[in-house]
């Protein structure tokens, strides 16, 4: 491998979605001083002080960390007991603000109602206190009562549904959109009552007919209010609600935050729906997901979700 080629391996295995560390140790391993010298001096990794010293960036070098941990974080969530690792989830998202919420949401409307549960005993135990208490007290905006209502849910999970019920809701759901001017729908009783007691059947239901009156489907007049949006996805289309996380998190110019949702859906789905969330990645985006993970994520990182989806 000539010089040129070398360093820009090196780049790539320090760039993107976890760390590339055959390439690291085959090539850095391997270089001589003058080799190391030309990638600092080429690499945007380092930068030189005033006294012409070349140094590691600090930016860089936080990212590096974050990088080499996904491997470790994906292994340990993966090993740990569904019900711990929600409850340290839900935590998470409390600790990060509301950027973080939509973790909540995934949580309460994807789980079951026993799953969802046994998160909620995992939090007593981690914590010493429940996940409703501390949603309660941590959020205050107006968010606060569907999150609370979300997280107490404890669903009917059968198959009946009340076509006549399923239908007067979504005039109801209609008729709080077109309020929407005058009370936020995330403030209306009778949308959190709807979306926090009904089975996920029922509101699927109430989705498809949501459509018949309005002409739209209901999470596609929710673009201002995101919160309520990700539980009307996770709650009626929950693979759709899937592959555009992952997608986003495996954008290269992604957040780190938004990043991390590469692990938490891999991991969580994978003993679920993981094979029907990588069929809809390919219906919208034209591509497999494990073929975006090849060609975005490193090392064995990226060896490990793509065992986790092959399973």
């Known amino acids: 491998m000539s010089l040129s080629d070398g360093l820009e391996a090196l780049d790539r295995a320090f760039s993107g979605h976890g760390i590339d560390e055959k390439s690291i140790i085959s090539i850095l391993g391997n270089s001589h001083a003058d080799q190391r010298q030309s990638f600092r001096k080429r690499s945007d990794f380092f930068v030189d002080d005033e006294r012409r010293f070349e140094k590691w960036d600090d930016h860089h070098v936080k990212i590096l960390?974050?990088?080499?941990?996904?491997?470790?974080?994906?292994?340990?969530?993966?090993?740990?007991?569904?019900?711990?690792?929600?409850?340290?989830?839900?935590?998470?998202?409390?600790?990060?603000?509301?950027?973080?919420?939509n973790m909540i949401v995934e949580i309460a409307c994807t789980r079951s109602s026993n799953e969802l549960?046994?998160?909620?005993?995992?939090?007593?135990?981690?914590?010493?206190?429940?996940?409703?208490?501390d949603v309660a007290s941590h959020i205050?905006?107006?968010?606060?009562?569907?999150?609370?209502?979300?997280?107490?849910?404890?669903?009917?999970?059968?198959?009946?549904?009340?076509?006549?019920?399923?239908?007067s809701e979504a005039k109801t759901l209609a008729a709080a959109v077109k309020n929407a001017a005058k009370q936020n729908p995330l403030e209306n009783d009778e949308v959190i009552r709807i979306l926090s007691t009904r089975s996920k059947p029922h509101l699927k239901s109430v989705y498809k007919y949501y459509?018949?009156?309005?002409?739209?489907?209901?999470?596609?007049?929710?673009d201002v209010d995101l919160i309520l949006q990700a539980a009307v996805e996770c709650l009626c289309t929950p693979h759709t609600y899937f592959t555009k996380v992952l997608d986003a998190a495996l954008k290269h110019?992604?957040?780190?935050?938004?990043?991390?949702?590469?692990?938490?859906?891999?991991?969580?789905?994978?003993?679920?729906?993981?094979?029907?969330?990588?069929?809809?990645?390919?219906?919208?985006?034209?591509?497999?997901?494990?073929?975006?993970?090849?060609?975005?994520?490193?090392?064995?990182?990226?060896?490990f979700l793509l065992t986790l989806i092959a399973k």
């Open 65 to 101: 960390k974050h990088e080499f941990m996904r491997f470790k974080n994906a292994v340990v969530m993966s090993a740990m007991h569904p019900w711990e690792r929600d409850a340290r989830l839900v935590k998470e998202a409390l600790q990060k603000g509301s950027e973080s919420y």
């Open 117 to 133: 549960l046994g998160a909620r005993k995992a939090y007593h135990s981690l914590f010493d206190q429940s996940i409703e208490e």
């Open 140 to 167: 205050n905006g107006k968010e606060k009562k569907l999150l609370v209502a979300l997280v107490s849910a404890y669903r009917y999970e059968g198959p009946k549904v009340k076509e006549d019920h399923a239908k």
């Open 211 to 222: 459509k018949d009156i309005s002409g739209v489907h209901f999470d596609e007049e929710l």
């Open 253 to 303: 110019d992604a957040h780190k935050h938004t990043k991390k949702a590469l692990t938490r859906v891999v991991v969580a789905r994978a003993d679920t729906d993981i094979k029907e969330i990588t069929a809809e990645y390919q219906k919208i985006y034209g591509v497999p997901l494990t073929q975006k993970i090849e060609e975005t994520v490193n090392g064995s990182y990226k060896e």
